[in-house]
């Protein structure tokens, strides 16, 4: 005898088993929700990591780009200023850049935090 069959009594519903056909569509849902969320969680993932593989890629293109920049500023100031004083320079101008650039992140962590 099949479930809904089981259920009627009569021809009629019974308490118990609308409670079961309940606690069934209950279940389905949760199912539902369940596999809904492992999908998002699955394509987040996918779209964390090439973000991150670009970021990455950036990161270290940026890094020879700085390092270019450097040493030719440090090449150009051969003329005019001895070593100590170039290095002291360009040293002095990534203390800067560095500590806007920490400042700034810190500003955008304190903005972010009161949302």
Same mark, same amino acid.
């Given at each position: 005898?099949?479930d ?38 699955? =394509?987040?993932? !996918?779209? #964390?990591?090439? /973000?991150?593989?670009?970021?990455? $890629?950036? +990161? ?24 100590e004083q ?10 800067? =850049?560095?500590? !806007?650039? #920490?400042?700034? /992140?810190?500003?955008?962590?304190? $903005?972010? +935090?009161?949302?």
């Amino acid at each position: 005898m099949s479930d809904t069959v089981a259920a009627r009594t009569n021809g009629h519903v019974t308490v118990e088993g609308a409670i079961d056909r309940i606690a069934e569509a209950a279940q389905d849902v949760v199912a539902g929700q369940i596999e809904v969320t492992r999908l998002d969680v699955v =394509a987040a993932g !996918g779209r #964390m990591a090439r /973000g991150g593989a670009l970021i990455l $890629a950036g +990161a270290l293109a940026l890094a020879g780009s700085w390092t270019a920049l450097t040493l030719a500023i440090y090449v150009h100031l051969a003329s005019q200023l001895s070593v100590e004083q170039r290095l002291g320079l360009i040293g002095l101008a990534h203390g800067i =850049a560095g500590f !806007g650039l #920490m400042i700034a /992140g810190a500003r955008a962590m304190k $903005a972010h +935090a009161h949302d």
